[in-house]
């Protein structure tokens, strides 16, 4: 993709970045709260698995407290 004419590379990487522009920016949003709110800027424990328990922790928790506020504002 780099060799070619940069006209040409540019054009295919801005349609390549306007196709998944909008699910980029809902799923940033998420990693950003987790990292804001729920402690993920280190990890607690040392290993793979039990940074992924803690991700598994966080992302249930972000999700309990999602659905309180959606059940909040529907009643």
């Not at 990693?31 to 249930?60: C, D, E, N, P």
């Amino acid at each position: 993709m780099w060799g070619r004419d940069e006209q040409e590379t540019l054009a295919q990487l801005k349609a390549w970045n306007d196709d998944v522009h909008r699910t980029r920016g809902r799923i940033e949003k998420i990693f950003g709260t987790w990292k804001r709110s729920y402690g993920l800027r280190r990890m607690r424990w040392r290993g793979l698995a039990k940074a992924a328990i803690q991700i598994h922790v966080t992302a249930i928790a972000y999700n309990l407290r999602r659905t309180l506020n959606i059940l909040a504002v529907a009643a």
